[in-house]
């Protein structure tokens, strides 16, 4: 019986993946072969479709192709991500970064442009995939990175060593995690102000639950994911925290679903000490933002 070559595993693969109804099955599929190969980059899986596969190259790949089409993701599949170019290990602890996320890295760069030695605070941090950006990225830039979830900030904590990032990080729930000891650790003041808080906090309304792509529903931990009846209920309370805390024109950098972002803007008034800044979109064009400004 002849071997099968690589262009036909992948194209069977294929055509496994979307009637298990993964999205990107091509896509997936590709990346599948790559990591079970050990090929680096898909342009050079493009040059070997014509390869014959050993039985010791299907048993190695089986597997791996079972894991995604029973919906685990990519990204707990093969180890890790790319997030604005620092590899992020991915695991159960926490959820995927997504590229849209990104953006928040931007968002933060242009508001603290004009500050020398900023105190970022991130609330939420998960894999640390946006605490590290900043850090890496940002001049000058004293991270605190802040989760309620143990295991998650371990996860953040290997990816910062990984990526050799000096962050500090703090477990609590919202700000309270922000104590004067976490502080001085991170900003050098017990009393320090900060620059800019970011925060990607769950907010999937709870009647959701059960209703998400299996990726989400079986993969990513709850703690992640729900928000209360609307979705907003821990970015109320965050909001309620940040009075006081806060650098003058400091900036507040919020991810949300979209329908979310007229409520806030709604309900700013409710923060007399934040001005709401803007409703922004993704790189898709999707709205997925909301920032506010200290007065």
């Not at 995939?129 to 850090?135: E, G, L, P, Q």
Request: a negative charge; charged letters at 25%; proline letters at 5%.
């Amino acid at each position: 019986m002849p071997q099968m070559t690589v262009l036909e595993i992948l194209n069977r693969t294929k055509v496994f993946f979307e009637k298990k109804g993964v999205p990107d099955a091509r896509l997936d599929a590709e990346y599948i072969i790559c990591f079970g190969l050990g090929i680096k980059k898909r342009m050079d899986l493009y040059l070997n479709f014509d390869k014959p596969l050993s039985a010791a190259e299907l048993d190695k790949l089986r597997p791996l192709v079972a894991r995604r089409a029973n919906r685990e993701p990519l990204q707990h599949i093969v180890g890790d991500t790319s997030f604005r170019g620092h590899t992020i290990k991915c695991d159960t602890r926490a959820l995927v970064p997504r590229p849209e996320t990104e953006e928040l890295v931007d968002m933060a760069k242009e508001r603290l442009a004009s500050v020398a030695t900023p105190f970022i605070v991130e609330i939420g941090t998960g894999t640390g995939a946006i605490a590290i950006a900043c850090a890496k990225e940002i001049p000058g830039a004293k991270v605190l990175a802040t989760d309620v979830s143990a295991e998650a900030l371990a996860l953040a904590k290997e990816n910062a060593d990984a990526n050799e990032t000096p962050i500090e990080f703090a477990q609590g729930d919202l700000l309270d995690a922000v104590s004067g000891e976490a502080m001085a650790k991170a900003a050098g003041d017990a009393s320090a102000k900060i620059d800019s808080l970011i925060a990607n906090l769950p907010y999937i309304p709870d009647g959701e639950k059960g209703k998400l792509q299996p990726e989400v529903d079986k993969f990513d931990p709850e703690l992640a994911l729900y928000g209360g009846p609307d979705g907003l209920s821990l970015v109320r309370k965050m909001l309620k925290q940040t009075e006081g805390r806060l650098s003058a024109g400091a900036s507040i950098l919020l991810e949300i679903g979209s329908e979310q972002a007229s409520v806030l803007e709604s309900e700013a008034a409710s923060y007399p000490w934040l001005e709401f800044t803007g409703i922004h979109k993704d790189f898709c064009g999707n709205i997925r933002f909301v920032s506010y400004k200290a007065k």
